[in-house]
């Protein structure tokens, strides 16, 4: 018999109870998009599951039914990663939010899936320790999210990305069994490939994180420059020296402007381009390469530098950057967020070319970046009362990921594939290789149920696979059943 | 066009470098039937099809160093010998990224990265490992407190699929998430995924300081609240290890930085660790090496199985270190090294015979499970090797089945080397 979504509706509420199985339109629009706000689609079904036993459970029923599951956490994903199905089931964590075990001797912790991020280093800071993977979101998103993402921040020039600070996940596999994949186990790094698929090889139900120390000190300063070339020479100056910074990032003028009018964040006026460099680590160690730094910032051509003495001062450095996206709506009615990665010594010819083709085109662009390790955040401005302005800022922004490829860099650095880059794919991947990271994906999910659409352009056909459904889903084109 | 082609004409027709294999060729006993040696990776991907056209069973090769790593081969018709592979394709200095082929050996690349002052993080190696083999062994020393291992530092790789297909993943920047990520996947696969023939890693400039600070402690438990004393201190060490043998425990922190600062977080190490204690330019003698022994076993440890209390009061002479760790699990075998470091890798080096061995490994098994650790049989004598249960647990192996199934359907890659018969 076949399994109908009202019926799979009534068996998870059976399974979850009541509470816990969302059909109601109007709350079901909650669910509709993440963070990538244009790509809608309602959910047939959203569960809030409050253990690793009801993901589990949900997902053999879904397996059983054949209809297809997306895992969210916060929502608050770029790439439409976890855009739900209308013909299938959304399974939000936001239930799951307990902090299990916080091990300071083994500097570890284990938490559920839709822990926030800074509640992570909130739990463990008064023992001396933080969480380092540092999205800007981090006050909103979830360690599943950062798991599904392998989401970095300002701070991952030095610490790296969720990867390297993940021990351990339980996970429910799309065949609904719960398996721990952990980095010290004999085998496959199966964790390793698991972090980073977009949740599409299962979903986490519990994640053991591994705890940094907080460095004894810290050690900021802002460089302010007539032109981003003179920004990228310093940038280039302190990797050269042998300095590894927490941070260094980097907005040029229309990007300033935005977070002047935003937040008011005094930067030096007249700025072409200012410079964050961050240091941390053992204060001797700091305090010497900070020096270094600064001459260093001052030598390629610095006209004023700012010193943050204290963690306000430091705070206030950051609030323009930290504030840059969400600031650009003050001098654009739209915009469209792009996530590009450019091998860093690039930067000079790579921004000159969006220059160009910001002027050829007559869409302005605003540039933030991640300057240490060449990821790119332009900001593709348009007026969506324009007509066709909104597919000429498409067309700018795609064709900015065409340069971070022809240099080649990457067409995304932490934001993820998801829907939005999909069709990208293949401009960066040969057919093989595309065909060879699913073979990855046909081991966990062969039945393709986990997240299907997403990261890959077209589906693997992963071969023959025991009780598993062929042909077109049977509710192909009645996903309007609710 | 005649019947179908010895595999060794075979062969002989894609690659400069063919001939049979010799009995001293042998992966633990099992004499490839043929050897090849590509020249590059188009020819490595022509010697991957012909290998599937003819149906061989393929094992690569590296340096050699840990070829007697895993289990002996079910078959071994072909070694793919990445010799020729040796190029360093771009030192991109200036992005802190270097791309090379699988062959190349792991000094060469760190001399090439050293002439602009980088390094790859991961300690230098047994002479002669390659790039290649490094990964698929998964292998870091002492640095892996601080860097972590292959799978941390690979940025980009191109593989040679069973069926001859080449394919890449990842790129030559370090921030990259588009796409599934084979670096890790493949890095401590053991030759039985597909070839690894070209690898990007992430780089770091050499520190233009290093100081190593080592204390002798009398046990286990002293061992352990040093271990946290520099663990939970802000001195940020490098590598922070430990070596156990009939001569006691030793422990060794490694600094690295800028001069003023190297010195002054030395001076606190040394008061950490108290009296006693050494600063020296130069590492011990044991830094980074294998512990001796017939058989080597790897251990996951997190630091606080240091301090496990003693199961039961074996007639242990107190003078043995690593007797006194992880609760005696290695109470009562003679000569018996222990190597572990901060990151919860270590190692144990016996010589022993296989009963004395399973003892070993269940013990060190019951005490480390406690602590979401394990042990693994790295390479072992015959005897020992198939008497025992070599790989412990495996939670995931299901899964691993399934992903081993889908990249090589035919099961032709290093057979039977791997967990589970894989
Ligand atoms: C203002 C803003 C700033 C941002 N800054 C950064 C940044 O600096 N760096 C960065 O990397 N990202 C950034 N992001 C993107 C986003 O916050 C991250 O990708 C984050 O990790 C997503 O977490 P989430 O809980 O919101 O996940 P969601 O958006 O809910 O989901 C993201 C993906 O994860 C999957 N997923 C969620 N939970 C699970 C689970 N338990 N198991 C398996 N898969 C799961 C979903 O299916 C989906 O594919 C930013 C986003 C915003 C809105
Ligand atoms: C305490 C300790 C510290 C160590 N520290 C280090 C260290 O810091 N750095 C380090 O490099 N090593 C270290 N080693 C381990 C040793 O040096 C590695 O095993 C070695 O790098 C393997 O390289 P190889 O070229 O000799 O491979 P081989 O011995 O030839 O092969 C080893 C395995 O890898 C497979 N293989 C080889 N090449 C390929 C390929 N191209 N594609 C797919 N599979 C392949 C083989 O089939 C085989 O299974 C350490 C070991 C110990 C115990």
């Known amino acids: ?482 | 066009m005649g019947g179908p082609l010895d595999p060794l004409d075979a062969l002989a027709k894609v690659c400069g470098d063919v001939r049979p294999g010799e009995p001293e060729e042998g992966v633990l006993g099992v004499t490839p039937r043929f050897v090849a040696a590509p020249g590059t990776v188009a020819e490595a991907a022509e010697v991957m099809r012909v290998a599937a056209e003819q149906g061989l069973a393929v094992i690569p090769r590296g340096g050699e160093t840990r070829l007697d790593w895993g289990l002996p081969p079910g078959r071994c018709d072909l070694l793919l010998d990445t010799s020729r592979l040796d190029r360093v394709i771009e030192h991109a200095a200036g992005d802190l990224v270097v791309k090379a082929e699988a062959g190349l050996t792991m000094e060469r690349l760190a001399e090439v990265l050293a002439g602009r002052g980088q390094r790859l993080s991961l300690d230098v190696p047994l002479p002669g490992s390659t790039v290649g083999g490094t990964i698929a062994t998964g292998a870091a020393g002492p640095l892996r407190l601080l860097y972590g291992s292959p799978r941390d530092l690979v940025i980009g790789l191109t593989i040679v699929r069973a069926d001859g297909q080449i394919a890449r993943s990842g790129g030559k920047v370090v921030k990259n998430v588009a796409g599934y990520d084979l670096g890790r996947l493949f890095a401590g696969s053991y030759g039985t995924l597909g070839v690894i023939v070209e690898a990007a890693f992430r780089l770091h400039p050499v520190p233009s300081a290093h100081a190593y600070v080592t204390t002798r402690v009398p046990d286990a438990a002293n061992a352990h609240e040093a271990v946290q004393g520099v663990l939970h201190s802000p001195v940020a060490p490098s590598a922070l290890e430990c070596e156990a043998s009939g001569d006691g425990i030793t422990l060794g922190v490694l600094l690295e930085g800028v001069p003023e600062g190297v010195a002054a977080r030395a001076t606190r190490v040394a008061d950490l660790l108290g009296p006693g204690a050494d600063i020296s330019h130069e590492p011990p003698a044991w830094w980074g090496a294998y512990p001796d022994g017939t058989t080597l076993i790897e251990v996951t440890a997190p630091p606080s199985a240091l301090a496990e209390a003693p199961a039961a009061t074996e007639g242990t002479a107190p003078a043995d270190g690593a007797a006194l760790l992880w609760g005696a699990a290695l109470a009562g075998v003679e000569g018996c090294q222990v190597r572990w470091s901060a990151s919860g890798k270590g190692y144990v080096g016996l010589t022993a015979n296989a009963a004395e061995v399973a003892e070993v490994l269940a013990r060190l098994r019951t005490t480390l499970a406690r602590h979401r650790g394990g042990a693994v049989v790295r390479y072992a004598p015959e005897g020992v090797r198939t008497a025992d249960d070599v790989w412990g647990p495996v939670p995931a192996l299901t899964l691993m089945r399934r992903v081993k199934a889908q990249f090589d359907p035919e099961h032709r890659l290093s057979p039977g080397r791997f967990v589970g018969g894989i």
């Open chain 1, 1 to 482: 018999m076949e399994t109908t979504l009202p019926a799979l509706a009534e068996r998870l509420a059976r399974a979850l109870g009541d509470e816990a199985v969302i059909t109601d339109p109007v709350r079901l629009r909650t669910y509709e998009c993440d963070g990538l706000t244009n790509h809608r689609a309602m959910p047939a079904i959203v569960v809030l599951p409050e253990s690793a036993e009801q993901i589990a459970a949900v997902v053999r029923e879904c397996a059983a039914a054949g209809i297809p599951y997306v895992a969210r956490g916060s929502g608050t994903g770029l790439s439409g990663g976890a855009l739900p199905r209308t013909d299938g089931v959304l399974i939000v964590t936001s239930r799951m939010r307990r902090i299990l075990e916080i091990d300071v001797p083994n500097q570890r912790a284990v938490v559920e899936p839709g822990v926030i991020n800074l509640d992570v280093t909130r739990a463990v800071r008064p023992y001396g320790y933080y969480f380092a993977p540092d999205p800007s979101s981090q006050q909103i998103c979830s360690v599943g999210g950062n798991v599904a993402e392998n989401s970095g921040g300002a701070h991952c020039l030095k610490y790296g990305f969720t990867a390297h600070h993940v021990l351990a996940c339980e996970i429910v596999t799309p065949d609904g069994e719960l398996v721990t994949l952990a980095a010290g186990d004999p085998g496959y790094d199966l964790l390793g490939a698991f972090i980073g698929s977009e949740g599409t090889l299962g979903i986490t139900t519990k994640i053991t994180v591994r705890l940094t120390r907080v460095p004894e000190t810290v050690q900021t300063l802002l460089a302010a420059y007539d032109s981003i070339e003179a920004g990228g020479t310093a940038v280039s100056a302190i990797i050269g020296a042998g300095v590894v910074p927490a941070a260094i990032e980097m907005m040029d003028a229309l990007s300033i402007e935005a977070a002047e009018a935003s937040v008011a964040c005094g930067y030096p006026p007249g700025a072409g381009a200012v410079l964050i460099v961050e240091l941390d680590g053992p204060e001797p160690e700091v305090a010497a390469q900070f020096a270094e730094v600064e001459r260093l910032c001052r030598e390629a051509g610095a006209f004023e530098i700012r010193i943050a003495a204290d963690d306000a001062a430091r705070a206030l450095i950051w609030k323009g950057r930290k504030s840059a996206f969400a600031a650009v709506g003050r001098i654009s009615p739209a915009y469209i967020v792009q996530d590009g990665v450019i091998p860093r010594t690039a930067l000079p010819q790579v921004l000159a070319s969006i220059d160009a083709l910001s002027a050829e085109s007559g869409v302005r662009v605003a540039n933030v970046f991640h300057a240490g390790d060449g990821n790119l955040h332009p900001l593709v401005l348009f007026d969506d009362a324009e007509p066709g302005a909104a597919e000429r800022a498409e067309e700018v922004s795609g064709r900015i990921l065409d340069l971070c490829i022809e240099h080649g860099g990457s067409i995304t650095g932490e934001h993820g594939v998801g829907v939005d880059k999909a069709r990208y794919m293949p401009r960066m991947f040969s057919d093989a290789d595309l065909d060879t990271m699913q073979m990855v994906r046909c081991g966990f999910d062969p039945a393709g149920l986990c997240n299907p659409g997403k990261v890959f352009p077209t589906p693997r056909l992963c071969g023959e696979v025991p009780g598993v459904r062929k042909g077109p889903h049977p509710y192909e084109g009645k996903a309007d059943i609710f």
